[in-house]
């Protein structure tokens, strides 16, 4: 069995119509995924979203890299020492 960490995917959405295609993203690694809390900030018209994910770091690695090839989607994975 292959080693996991845990991690938090910090993203921010600027761009509302890149919702539909992040969560088809957030779909395809569901299987990985702890939990997920979004905010959405009305006054600068941007989401922010955590993920919590338990999953090798190149499976990580390769969410974090597609959210963040979105058009006006920044993502970044912070790891657990775990």
């Known amino acids: 069995m292959e080693q996991t ?5 910090a993203i921010v959405v600027e761009n509302p119509a890149q919702v539909e295609p992040l969560n088809q ?14 905010i959405p900030y ?29 058009e006006g989607v920044t993502a970044k994975a912070v790891y657990s020492k775990v």
Do not use: F, N, T, W
């Not at 960490?5 to 995917?9: E, Y």
């Not at 018209?45 to 090798?56: F, M, Q, T």
């Open 5 to 9: 960490r845990v991690a938090i995917l």
């Open 42 to 70: 009305e006054k600068k018209e941007i989401s922010l979203i955590s993920i919590a994910v338990d999953a090798p770091a190149d499976i990580i690695s390769a969410l974090s890299g597609k959210i963040g090839m979105l």
């Open 25 to 38: 993203i957030l779909h395809q690694y569901r299987q990985h995924i702890i939990g997920r809390m979004g």
